[in-house]
């Protein structure tokens, strides 16, 4: 079983909903997160790299976008975190909307 414990998530990110997959012949964990300092909601999928050592950035990220969690228009980013040890794969961004009240 692959060992999240060691995830670290981007400044002041909260994690609103988190739960494990299978993806593909990986286990991923999908976290749904919100930033108050930036203002926006986003996904992220983490692996385990070493559950991955040899599989190329390339073939991770089609994995991630063929997993369903990923929305057709989403621009993909992704970075490598050797010190932790998790390919982290972020995505479906979505700016925090105004509330009606503070238009007033």
Do not use: W
């Amino acid at each position: 079983m692959s060992d999240f414990s060691r995830i670290q998530l981007l400044a002041d990110s909260q994690v609103i909903e988190e739960h494990r997959f299978p993806l593909f012949e990986y286990v991923g964990l999908y976290q749904r997160c919100y930033s108050p300092e930036h203002k926006m909601y986003y996904s992220v999928i983490v692996v385990a790299l070493e559950d991955t050592v040899g599989v190329s950035d390339e073939k991770l990220l089609n994995l991630v976008a063929a997993s369903g969690y990923v929305d057709d228009d989403s621009d993909i980013t992704f970075r490598i975190n050797q010190a932790s040890g998790y390919f982290y794969t972020y995505f479906n961004f979505l700016p925090d909307a105004p509330k009606d009240d503070d238009h007033a």
